[in-house]
């Protein structure tokens, strides 16, 4: 059985074939924070849209952080 891995721009690519809306940031590991290679790519229908989704991703990561209940809000610069 042949194992194909997909790549990040591999999953963009499908993703945008696919016409969903998605925000995807990758941080390549790295020692130093500033020499960090950074991936980023969204596909929304505006700039709020956008904003909603990582709003949606902050507040489901604080829910898996917590056990399943948060009632934390995101920073209030993203309101």
């Known amino acids: ?3 194909e ?4 721009n591999d999953m ?3 993703l945008r074939r696919r016409q969903m809306r998605f925000v995807l940031v990758a941080v390549e590991p ?3 924070a500033s020499a960090a290679t950074v991936m980023h790519a969204a ?3 505006d700039v709020r849209d956008l904003v909603g ?3 949606m991703a902050w507040m489901e990561v604080l829910r898996q ?3 399943g209940t948060s009632t934390g809000a995101p920073p209030a610069s993203m309101n």
């Open 53 to 55: 989704l990582v709003k």
């Open 1 to 3: 059985m042949d194992l």
């Open 65 to 67: 952080n917590n056990g």
């Open 5 to 8: 891995l997909a790549t990040l």
């Open 30 to 32: 790295n020692n130093h």
């Open 43 to 45: 596909q929304g229908m």
């Open 12 to 14: 963009v690519d499908e």
